[in-house]
């Protein structure tokens, strides 16, 4: 069975066996035309000259031909395209679906359908098969054409749906929807749904419609709904007083010269010259109002334009603004063209269904970087210039930061401008690293924002009144203002013209404008701290669900409420702090425990998405226990999108309330449970070495051990281990590990037994013990945990115990099992397809033919470790790939770059096998640098019970000496005692004797 999928997206599938036959956007879009003109045999010569416009006649024909051979051949000779000398055409055959043919026979059925329950069923099975617009991405005019007409007919379906009689209510509002999402500038979808909804009592839902309904008009037509859209308004809301008119909008005042810098950075952003533009200034200076302006000059220049926000509050979600820039119409059409890795990726941050918990942050941290490309790529999918709007960027989480400065850095001729507001002030340390990053390499455009002077101050309060203001008060109002546009038109929507008093006088005046309910949502939507749902507003307060909706209906007529997404915002932030500090502490408290209630009530099935605002609200509405539970969960749900900084953010809030309990046994287990949840996200984002992970760690270890918990204290120690051996801490790693193989017994997790093997073997060599002792601890490390899912040590044994096995091998002189060693550990890391992994066999296999002298094979493992690394960002074995392609080298960039090498390690706090990197460097300097860097790698290795590699690191030294003989003597000597065949062979050969056994 062929499956050809034209709607959405652009593939022909085999379907039974599940595979693409072919992408191609010029095979498919053939097929697509012969499709649209089902039945009707299309002229090679027509077909030619369409798709092929610039080319000769014959040649066309050529191409042609070459094209439908290229087609038959993918496709094999389906019966469904009749071919002759003269024509193609597309028959319809039971061998192929075709979403394009389903939906037109659907169309016609429902058309000629007589009963109107037949009718309404042919209707939805039609839009069933309407997943998207037709051929995504292409812009052809046959193309045009065809999707305009496919898009007229869904709308006749969505109509022939909504007015059936005795229907299904929630089929007709899901096609009113449709409609709108179809015809967004037509009321009659609008008036049609609000109709629906009121039907269906759902009052709020009909209100909130009318607002979206006013908010888009405004937006791109600059008009306000007809007379019959707000007579429908009207018999929805009854009002004991008069009516209170929607303040009218404001144009653009006196923002010209700003507003043609940014249309010509956007124009050579649309050109191919990505970056960002940071529109900056005071709060209430006009950013937001600016950059609105370059979103409508892009939106008539045929770009897609996305809108993200950033909030101040802390229940903010990592990558909230990506996720808003994606959930864009344009941006999900063009998605759906995208390859399906990279739609993967895209479900990760919007998932059809909430994901699985589970993995390991440090071995998932690899996929971070392919997350960041299928975002990217997802957001640039559509070939149009793209305009991603951010405001309020002072507030922007990490992730975010770092996602636009990697997409910059992957797409670097794309058509893409990052448009901000920035209010101005002490940045975060981490977004003035960002700025000066993308300043630094010339991405970055500043626009500073200044008030208005007195003329510009009058012009605009003329505009907002809309009539002339005598000259007396123009002087008058600037002084009062500052010139500050928001203090301008706040203060004339109070009749206050001029005003008095500071800003917050005045709108704290605006906000004593509406009545009495309007003024108690507004506490309520300020509590929230960000975007607010009408149900929830309805939930949470102690009004009826109707004069909730009056509430909101005036706050948003007077542009205090905006209508965003599907909830409301307030129209300034100035307004949200203003509105929150009417509340009286009290009262603030019992709103924070309603608004959480409400929340849990709305979203009880899938509490993940609201994780972060339900910790902050029952944290501020006095109910730590709560708050607590939710931190953990928005921790969690931020490590699925790998954004481990706001992770480690969550849980140390989650951390501050526990440890302010009273001492007892379950404040204990509840710091516990919150530091193990710790130490992943901070491993991931922070590293192996850091102080902060290795406080955390020797807490748990702590608490595990009072409250006798053996399995949390199995997995600190685990852990631990892993710390200090990083930081070079040999010896305490190792009592670490042997306490931990202590607490192995019967029934214990495989994952747990094998890596408290590995970890016993690990430092045990390291520390020069005996390499056949480490062997059989890593064979039984690989054994116990070949099936595991998950690696407390945050790698997986299976791999890295093999790999690290290698070096006992050839310790032991097995030269021949050393390289099956780590061979065996390259292979498995390829065949489960795991970048991390992969690193660390291919980091291990390159001390190993380092330690052969074998500088061909040496060289091929660093070429790709250092791919790899590069590829998905790995730190720390970056820094081994630079120390072994420098000795691999052997020159003096080879010597820099091993310099370099030791030099991160070293910065990073990673101080493990730091005699075994001196000495590397040792071979490349010259002797005088060579003697000092053997004698800092002797000492390194006695001071941090380092001593695997100290018998070479002996020999090497000796050749400075003037009589080599006693440190030779002294390598073989302890290569023997430690057990180092191939070691005390080489301190030997350089003796010249044999030593006895």
């Known amino acids: 069975m062929l499956r050809v999928s034209l709607l959405g997206e652009q593939v022909i599938a085999d379907d039974p066996a599940g595979t693409v036959l072919t992408r191609s956007p010029r095979s498919v879009a053939l097929v697509a035309h012969l499709v649209v003109h089902a039945g009707r045999p299309q002229p090679r010569r027509l077909l030619a000259g369409l798709f092929w416009p610039d080319s000769t006649d014959a040649q066309a024909l050529t191409n042609l031909r070459r094209e439908l051979h290229q087609l038959?051949?993918?496709?094999?000779?389906?019966?469904?395209?009749?071919?002759?000398?003269?024509?193609?055409?597309?028959?319809?055959?039971?061998?192929?679906?075709?979403?394009?043919?389903?939906?037109?026979?659907?169309?016609?059925?429902?058309?000629?359908?007589?009963?109107?329950?037949?009718?309404?069923?042919?209707?939805?099975?039609?839009?069933?098969?309407?997943?998207?617009?037709?051929?995504?991405?292409?812009?052809d005019d046959w193309v045009l054409a065809a999707r305009a007409e496919l898009e007229r007919q869904c709308v006749e379906l969505c109509d022939l749906i909504c007015r059936t009689p005795a229907g299904d209510p929630a089929a007709a509002l899901a096609a009113a929807r449709s409609r709108i999402r179809l015809r967004?500038?037509?009321?009659?979808?609008?008036?049609?749904?609000?109709?629906?909804?009121?039907?269906?009592?759902?009052?709020?839902?009909?209100?909130?419609?009318?607002?979206?309904?006013?908010?888009?008009?405004?937006?791109?037509?600059?008009?306000?709904?007809?007379?019959?859209?707000?007579?429908?308004?009207?018999?929805?809301?009854?009002?004991?007083?008069?009516?209170?008119?929607?303040?009218?909008?404001?144009?653009?005042?006196?923002?010209?010269?700003?507003?043609?810098?940014?249309?010509?950075?956007?124009?050579?952003?649309?050109?191919?010259?990505?970056?960002?533009?940071?529109?900056?200034?005071?709060?209430?200076?006009?950013?937001?109002?600016?950059?609105?302006?370059?979103?409508?000059?892009?939106r008539a220049d045929g770009a897609v334009v996305a809108t993200g926000r950033c909030f101040g509050s802390a229940g903010r979600l990592p990558l909230a603004p990506v996720a808003d820039w994606l959930r864009t119409p344009a941006v999900q059409r063009a998605g759906v063209a995208l390859d399906p890795v990279w739609r993967a990726e895209v479900e990760r941050l919007l998932p059809a269904a909430r994901p699985a918990t589970g993995g390991h942050p440090t071995v998932d941290a690899w996929q971070r970087l392919r997350f960041f490309e299928g975002l990217a790529r997802a957001l640039t999918a559509g070939g149009r210039p793209v305009l991603l709007v951010l405001d309020n960027v002072q507030w922007c989480d990490e992730e975010t930061l770092a996602f636009l400065a990697f997409a910059l850095g992957l797409l670097p001729d794309a058509p893409l401008l990052v448009a901000g507001t920035l209010r101005d002030g002490d940045l975060d340390p981490g977004l003035a690293a960002w700025t000066s990053q993308l300043r630094d390499d010339?991405?970055?455009?500043?626009?500073?924002?200044?008030?208005?002077?007195?003329?510009?101050?009058?012009?605009?309060?003329?505009?907002?009144?809309?009539?002339?203001?005598?000259?007396?008060?123009?002087?008058?109002?600037?002084?009062?203002?500052?010139?500050?546009?928001?203090?301008?038109?706040?203060?004339?929507?109070?009749?206050?013209?001029?005003?008095?008093?500071?800003?917050?006088?005045?709108?704290?005046?605006?906000?004593?404008?509406?009545?009495?309910?309007?003024?108690?949502?507004?506490?309520?939507?300020?509590?929230?701290?960000?975007?607010?749902?009408?149900?929830?507003?309805?939930?949470?307060?102690d009004l009826d669900a109707d004069t909730v909706v009056e509430a909101v209906d005036e706050l948003w007529r007077r542009r205090i409420l905006r209508e965003v997404g599907g909830g409301y915002d307030f129209t300034h932030d100035l307004l949200r702090e203003a509105a929150y500090q009417q509340v009286s502490p009290p009262r603030r408290w019992l709103l924070h425990r309603r608004l959480a209630q409400g929340l849990e009530l709305l979203h009880a099935e899938d509490p993940d998405g609201v994780a972060a605002q339900l910790a902050e609200q029952y944290a501020r509405g006095g109910r730590p226990d709560r708050a607590v539970e939710?931190?953990?969960?928005?921790?969690?749900?931020?490590?699925?999108?790998?954004?481990?900084?706001?992770?480690?953010?969550?849980?140390?809030?989650?951390?501050?309330?526990?440890?302010?309990?009273?001492?007892?046994?379950?404040?204990?287990?509840?710091?516990?449970?919150?530091?193990?949840?710790?130490?992943?996200?901070?491993?991931?984002h922070r590293g192996y070495s850091s102080p902060e992970l290795q406080h955390v760690l020797e807490r748990s270890l702590e608490l595990a051990e009072s409250s006798g918990s053996k399995?949390?204290?199995?997995?600190?120690?685990?852990?631990?281990?892993?710390?200090?051996?990083?930081q070079g801490r040999t010896a305490e790693a190792h009592q670490a590990a042997e306490r931990a193989l202590t607490l192995v017994r019967p029934g214990t997790r495989a994952e747990q037994s094998g890596s408290a093997h590995f970890i016993v073997a690990g430092s045990a060599l390291s520390l020069g013990h005996d390499p056949a002792e480490a062997l059989r601890h890593f064979e039984l490390g690989v054994e116990r945990t070949r099936d595991a899912s998950s690696w407390p040590i945050g790698t997986r044994p299976d791999v890295h115990g093999p790999a690290w096995a290698a070096h006992a091998h050839w310790l032991l002189g097995h030269d021949d099992a050393a390289v099956a060693s780590s061979a065996d550990a390259i292979a498995l890391a390829r065949r489960i397809e795991q970048p991390y992994s992969l690193a660390i066999a291919l980091a291990y296999a390159g001390i190993t033919h380092q330690m052969r002298r074998d500088r061909t094979a040496l060289w091929a493992a660093v070429s790709e470790l250092h791919a790899l690394c590069d590829r998905y960002g790995f730190a720390y074995y970056r820094e081994w790939a630079l120390l072994l392609g420098g000795w691999a080298r052997g020159d003096a960039a080879g010597l820099a770059a091993a310099q370099q090498g030791v030099a991160n390690l070293k910065a990073e706090g990673s101080f493990a096998r730091m005699p075994y990197w001196l000495s590397l460097v040792a071979e490349l300097a010259d002797a005088e640098t060579a003697r000092a860097t053997l004698d800092a790698a002797l000492a390194a290795g006695e001071a941090r019970d380092d001593r695997w590699w100290?018998?070479?690191?002996?020999?090497?030294?000796?050749?400075?000496?003037?009589?080599?003989?006693?440190?030779?003597?002294?390598?073989?000597?302890?290569?023997?005692?430690?057990?180092?065949?191939?070691?005390?062979?080489?301190?030997?050969a350089d003796l010249g004797v044999r030593l006895p056994s």
């Open 442 to 541: 010339g991405k970055l455009t500043e626009l500073p924002l200044r008030p208005f002077d007195a003329d510009g101050t009058a012009h605009l309060a003329e505009a907002v009144a809309g009539h002339p203001l005598p000259a007396a008060d123009h002087a008058l109002l600037h002084a009062a203002t500052g010139g500050f546009p928001l203090y301008v038109v706040e203060a004339l929507r109070t009749r206050d013209s001029p005003p008095s008093g500071r800003l917050d006088g005045v709108l704290r005046t605006r906000l004593e404008q509406p009545g009495p309910a309007a003024r108690e949502i507004a506490g309520l939507a300020a509590a929230a701290g960000r975007d607010v749902t009408l149900e929830l507003l309805t939930e949470a307060s």
């Open 950 to 988: 100290l018998p070479e690191v002996l020999r090497l030294r000796a050749a400075h000496d003037v009589d080599p003989g006693p440190r030779l003597r002294a390598a073989a000597e302890l290569a023997r005692a430690q057990g180092s065949v191939a070691l005390r062979r080489r301190a030997e």
């Open 630 to 684: 939710h931190y953990r969960r928005a921790a969690a749900v931020a490590a699925r999108t790998f954004a481990h900084a706001e992770a480690i953010r969550r849980l140390e809030e989650a951390l501050a309330l526990v440890r302010a309990r009273p001492a007892s046994g379950n404040r204990d287990r509840a710091e516990l449970a919150v530091l193990e949840a710790l130490a992943g996200p901070l491993n991931a």
């Open 184 to 298: 967004p500038l037509e009321e009659t979808g609008y008036r049609t749904l609000m109709g629906l909804q009121a039907d269906a009592g759902d009052r709020a839902g009909a209100v909130s419609t009318y607002h979206r309904c006013a908010s888009v008009l405004e937006r791109e037509l600059g008009v306000v709904p007809a007379e019959p859209t707000r007579a429908a308004l009207r018999r929805l809301l009854v009002r004991a007083g008069p009516e209170v008119r929607r303040a009218a909008a404001t144009g653009l005042v006196g923002r010209a010269a700003e507003l043609t810098r940014l249309g010509q950075r956007w124009h050579a952003a649309a050109a191919g010259r990505p970056g960002v533009v940071l529109v900056r200034g005071d709060a209430g200076v006009g950013k937001t109002r600016l950059v609105t302006e370059l979103a409508g000059l892009a």
């Open 711 to 726: 399995e949390s204290a199995l997995t600190a120690l685990l852990e631990l281990w892993s710390s200090r051996f990083v």
């Open 72 to 139: 038959r051949r993918v496709l094999g000779d389906p019966p469904s395209l009749a071919v002759t000398g003269q024509d193609l055409c597309w028959r319809d055959t039971p061998s192929s679906r075709v979403d394009v043919r389903e939906f037109a026979l659907a169309h016609q059925a429902a058309l000629a359908a007589s009963d109107p329950g037949e009718a309404v069923a042919h209707a939805r099975t039609a839009l069933a098969a309407y997943r998207g617009e037709l051929l995504p991405g292409l812009a």
